[in-house]
């Protein structure tokens, strides 16, 4: 896996609940080195590396692991509630976004049905020279965004356009002048996704392989999280870990004392606390240290926010559960930021944990 695999990944369009596009980038790359690989019935994409350790005797494999690593692919998006009769669109939000980052971005319309482009539009602004202070109609808010495809009529609109069709921000990946950083939209979660992708790689490498890996690209995240934690069960699992991002603290206005401190490019964050296997968690520390692997410790007393909390409501067998976070900034904006290091250490890590 390469920095423009990387790139491909996160460029493809899918909010919550329309992941397609996303998650056959991501099931044609795990393709090229998985045993098996597909998306289940409740959405998700699957790719499995099996163990291959010979019993001496019988010649059949000894599976002696069977380990999940989960990692959302959708992200956040806006989905089409109106046309008006000046053609212009009225949304809702797919998840949590914050309206002062949409104003004045260039957007793609996706069909609801075929999950096909559709067209170019941008949520628009009255200019500030029209603006008057007590206008409800232009305050910021999820409900004054519009977007504008350049027709003036409902029907020249709605003729391309139909209510339910889903919207992502126009932002490709680029990579900063500073080596190794990136930015763009959907590194909330693409980035576990893609070190999920880099782990299964490093695993099929591996000769007498212990652990059965299964990656799972889960879907509808950013809304419900919950289908990963219905499929988790059938599988039996020694260990579940999830791999989402968290907050990096290197960015201005961070609140340190209340979030931890973890700078971009320190490393993937270990979560503690709460629920989480402590064996698990000593097993992580012991890997990356015995392995010079760059880490940091997040302390999550009330939980983490991530799938790993359906992972264990959703779960009757007794399993470990973990979270690992790669550390990015500006989440849930189309300006995210990573160190692509983090992401392939955090592949490191895991992959040396289990081979
Ligand atoms: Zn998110």
Redesign the pocket.
Known sequence: MNKSDFCELLNAAGPSGYETNALSVWISMAGQFADECYIDEFGNGVAIIKAETPNLLSGDVINKHTVILDS?ID??GLQVNHIDDEGIIHVGAI??YDPAILVGQRVKIYSRKSDEFICYGVIGRLPTHLQSEDNEKTKIKIENIFIDIGSSTFDITSNLISIGDYVTIDREMEELSLFNIFTGKAI??RAGCFAILETLERHAKLSNRKTTLIGIASVR??TYSTSGARFYDSWKADDIITI??THASDQPNFEVNEQGERLMGSGPSIAVGSFLSKSLISELEYTAEHNNIDYTIEACPAGTGTNAEHTLLGNSNACRVGVISIPIKY??TPVEMVNFDDIVNTAILLSKLYE
Do not use: A, F, L, T
């Open positions: 959302h992200e956040i998840g949590s909330d979660n995240e950013e989402d991002v989440m849930h």
